[in-house]
């Protein structure tokens, strides 16, 4: 990756005016080293840098990405995990470590999880977003690399930087108890050797969040009835209506009018979690310039993520109307269930570097790299259930909580009524390692100097994973009067939550009861061995067809030119990357006993072109293009033969498999950009846009095609992903200023502000089925879609993300109000079902941070994260029309810290 560390301030460097006063320091440095480094680049990036204390003051890497523009973040319980790139899926991103691949922790994907990674992992974080050849072709949305920090950024030959934070969640009151929350980091950094060629770097940290997020659902869909009333009596005759496909989308059957219909919820769920997250870990450097010609680094790291997860439930499920009084409201029969999952999830990430470079007197450099990446998941859950299986329930759809009220409080809150309905213990683990070597050769390839460049490199990267999933399951013995059906949920109970609004608005309320897992826990593991009490079932079948291996090769081969004038510059070329895979699996087979062992191997190879260039109108106005082809490959488990079933007992042979011929997506990027540079390069305004066509878009359909599946070509019922003919066209703008107010009067000439956005505009096509008819393979057997729909943004993206910060900086104060807005993105598609599309409603945040330098190595902070006490908000519907589906209510944080450099 480009570095232009020379031409930044040092991190523990104070750049001065006249006099002694300091004027950049905080969020004006950060600004500072990201406005230089874009300049710098050779392609179209966006960065975030470290302070003046060689901070990131985030949380993990997550969190500190979603200032740089054009990034949103997607989050698990309020924890920032995945980013999102200009507002596209984070499946189209790849990540980096000073360039190097890191490891990842996702179970059938190839996403990197933000929350293993610490924000003291970097110094600076790059967003590349127009590619160049000797860029990795793994990336359509963008390449996040993290720059790691080294003993010689800093001038003085020892560095000492502590940091510790303690406070507290607003939802910290629940069933479990809590803890405070916190994290601490340390980095130190040390010179050594006669002439100070060697450095060494050690940084740590640990962060500990413990929190409750009280959740509703109200089921992923409306079933619609129709409705006939006797005029005499006053009954009414209800009568489900099923949906057909045609040209025009999918209607209700018989030609009934919609707004005729009668929609009726489908469920309604509380949920209290507790969560309880712990990370650490540790790098080590060691670097050696004995020359400003040579250099070598060596470095080790080691991340771990450990989330204690139980979540309380309160569900009603299966209903069926009994009376419909209005569009929102009626009466239904349905089951009542209470159920606690006890979860735990650990995501470890560890590897290593060994960099070596030397630059020739002629100006040429030669690179060496070689890695190794490694990633352990590890992943036990449970769940228990109590059921009543009869209730009758009054619902009002017509508020934002749906209210479902029992109509007999009496055996709703007779704990007696439910009973042990199973027990079940699943758990899952995943192993992947990666090794990477890496050689380039080239002269003035970045164009520092005027005239010719050039660079050629290789790559080879061997990766290997294995996933394994256990599930075993519990349920009552009909044997004897030791079956825990007679035990019921009045044995286990818990406190009462007060968390879940929903919970407060039936008829009696604070009804969300906990089941207590210590006491379930204790019986479970006295019984679990006794057959009268327990039937034991080992689940063999999802045990075997789940597990897979995967192993995967890539070559990559590159060359480029580029060429500095006076005013331009221009860097182009091309890139060849080799991709082949094994796999293997189980499945099983009609008339077969057992599981039958299956395998599958394929592979493609691919020419990716790019050429960018700028022209630089005046000394501070820049231009650019660039035009770039990149990939996104598939998921692990899309092409290992995972859960592959053949059945041949019908009139035609049923098959569900995964596909190894599956292409990957080809996206061809266009970027165009306006960078303005000014107040000596504080301060930028710039303007982009952009366009993909993104090409053999992945989905999982049922189609009849002719296959060989043992007997002779036939017609197989295939169950399958497969690749779109049509493809995926995003445009989008982007925008970026930041300006310093040193304009104004004393003190206010502190204050700074910066904007950001990014909107898209995406055109695609979602089959409005997975099996009618008119899906059509074309010859190279793509999918044509016919009937489709076009949702209104992509899967797992927002349509926008706008970033705005104050910031101050003067003197020993400091401070930084920040507001983020993501909109509206696309959670689920449910391909027989559009009305279920499930989508994200736009998401607001602010957050607030506070610093007072107590002396010249001391400074004392203050934060409030989510300050407006926002969460999550679902609505599903072709429109979102249809009541909301899920409110999460996050809650507000508050943190005090200190922060030791020397």
């Given amino acids: 990756m480009p570095a232009a560390a020379q031409e930044l301030p040092a991190d523990d460097a104070e750049a001065k005016g006249d006099g002694s006063e300091i004027i950049v320091s905080g969020a004006r440095l950060q600004n500072q080293k990201a406005i230089t480094e874009k300049k710098a680049s050779v392609r179209i990036i966006d960065a975030v840098a470290s302070d003046e204390i060689g901070s990131l003051p985030d949380d993990n890497a997550g969190e500190a990405l979603q200032r740089i523009p054009g990034i949103s973040i997607q989050t698990d319980q309020a924890e920032a995990r995945f980013a999102s790139v200009r507002a596209l899926n984070p499946n189209l991103n790849f990540t980096t470590v000073d360039g190097n691949i890191i490891a990842s922790p996702d179970r059938g994907g190839r996403q990197i999880f933000l929350d293993v990674l610490p924000s003291s992992l970097a110094k600076r974080i790059e967003v590349v977003k127009s590619f160049t050849p000797d860029l990795d072709g793994e990336a359509i949305g963008g390449h996040i690399n993290f720059v790691s920090r080294s003993a010689f950024d800093y001038k003085d030959d020892t560095f000492v930087k502590a940091y510790a934070r303690i406070g507290a969640y607003e939802n910290n009151k629940g069933f479990n108890g809590s803890s405070p929350s ?93 969560n309880n997250r ?144 199973k027990y079940e213990l699943n758990t899952r683990s995943l192993r992947e390692d990666i090794f990477e070597g890496r050689i380039d050769f080239g002269r003035n390839w970045e164009g520092k100097d005027q005239g010719l460049g050039y660079r050629l490199g290789g790559k080879a990267r061997w990766r290997a994973r294995s996933f394994e999933q256990d599930r075993d399951l519990w349920n009552p013995a009909v044997t004897s009067n030791k079956n825990p059906a007679f035990v019921s949920l009045r044995r286990f109970l818990g406190p009462v939550s007060n968390n879940v609004p929903g919970a407060r608005n039936v008829a009696t309320p604070d009804t969300m009861i906990t089941i207590d897992t210590a006491a379930f826990n204790s019986f479970f593991a006295s019984t679990k061995d006794d057959r009268a009490v327990w039937t034991f079932d080992p689940q063999t079948n999802v045990d075997e067809v789940s597990d897979y291996s995967f192993d995967e090769w890539n070559l990559a081969g590159y060359g480029l030119l580029s060429f500095r004038g006076e005013r331009f510059f221009i860097i182009g070329g091309a890139r060849y990357e080799r991709t082949e895979f094994e796999a293997t699996g189980r499945g099983t087979r009609t008339g077969i006993t057992g599981f039958i062992d299956t395998a599958s191997k394929g592979g493609y190879g691919r020419l990716l072109p790019s050429i960018n260039a700028s022209y630089d109108v005046v000394d501070n106005v820049r231009l650019r293009a660039a035009y770039s082809r990149s990939l996104g490959r598939p998921r692990f488990d899309d092409l290992a033969p995972r859960g592959e079933t053949i059945d041949t007992r019908g009139t035609i042979p049923i098959v569900s498999r995964s596909n190894p011929d599956l292409k990957p997506r080809q996206s061809d990027n266009f970027d165009f950009s306006a960078e303005w540079y000014f107040d000596g390069g504080e301060g930028i305004l710039s303007v982009g846009a952009f366009y993909k066509n993104i090409k053999n878009e992945f989905f999982t359909v049922r189609k009849t095609q002719t296959l060989d599946i043992g007997s002779g070509s036939q017609d197989v019922l295939v169950t399958q992903p497969i690749n779109l003919s049509t493809p995926v066209k995003i445009k989008g703008i982007e925008f970026n200023f930041v300006k310093n107010l040193n304009f104004l009067p004393a003190p206010l000439d502190g204050f700074g502000v910066s904007f950001n956005g990014t909107l898209i505009d995406p055109e695609w096509q979602v089959p409005n089925t997975t099996t009618t008819a008119s899906l059509d393979l074309d010859k190279d057997g793509l999918l044509d879609v016919q009937p489709y729909r076009s949702p209104r943004t992509l899967r797992n993206s927002a349509n926008y993300v706008i970033n705005a910060s104050l910031f101050y900086d003067k003197g020993p104060v400091s401070g930084r109000i920040a507001y983020t807005r993501t909109g509206i993105q696309l959670d689920g598609i449910t391909l027989n079902e559009p009305e279920r599309d499930n989508y994200w409603l736009p998401m607001d945040r602010v957050d607030l941070q506070l610093g007072f330098k107590l002396s010249k190595d001391l400074k004392l902070g203050f934060e409030v994260q989510n300050l407006t006490n926002s969460g999550r908000r679902e609505n599903i519907g072709l429109r979102q029309e249809l009541v909301q589906t899920a409110i999460a209510d996050f809650g507000r944080a508050y943190f005090i810290s200190i922060t030791f450099k020397n």
């Fill in 182 to 274: 916190g994290k601490a980091d340390v980095v130190l950094a040390h010179k050594f050797g006669a002439d100070k060629q060697w450095g060494i770097l050690l940084a740590a940290d640990y962060y500990l969040r413990d929190s409750y997020i009280p959740q509703i659902e109200n089921g992923s869909r409306y079933r619609y009835y129709s409705r006939a009333v006797n005029t005499t009596t006053g009954a009414q005759t209800l009568t489900q209506v099923p949906f057909t496909f045609t040209e025009a989308g999918r209607v209700p059957a018989g030609g009934q009018n919609i707004k005729d219909l009668f929609p009726v919820p489908d469920e309604r769920r509380w949920f209290d979690y507790h």
């Fill in 278 to 421: 712990q990370r650490y870990g540790a790098s080590l450097k060691l670097d050696f310039q004995p020359t400003d010609s040579f250099s070598a680094s060596l470095k080790g790291y080691y991340h771990t993520a450990r989330d204690e997860e139980v979540r309380q439930a309160s569900i009603a499920s299966n209903p069926v109307p009994t009376l419909i009084t209005s569009q929102t409201t009626g009466t239904v029969r349905a089951q009542h269930r209470f159920e606690v999952g006890q979860f735990h999830f650990e995501r470890s990430l560890w590897g290593g570097q060994f960099i070596l470079e030397n630059k020739f007197d002629n100006g040429q450099v030669l690179s060496f790299n070689t890695t190794y990446s490694g990633t352990y998941f590890n992943n036990p859950e449970s769940f228990t259930e109590f059921r009543n299986p009869d209730l009758t329930f009054d619902y009002d759809t017509t508020n934002r909580i749906q209210t479902w009220n029992p109509q007999s409080p009496a055996s709703y809150f007779n704990y007696e009524n439910y009973t042990t309905r």
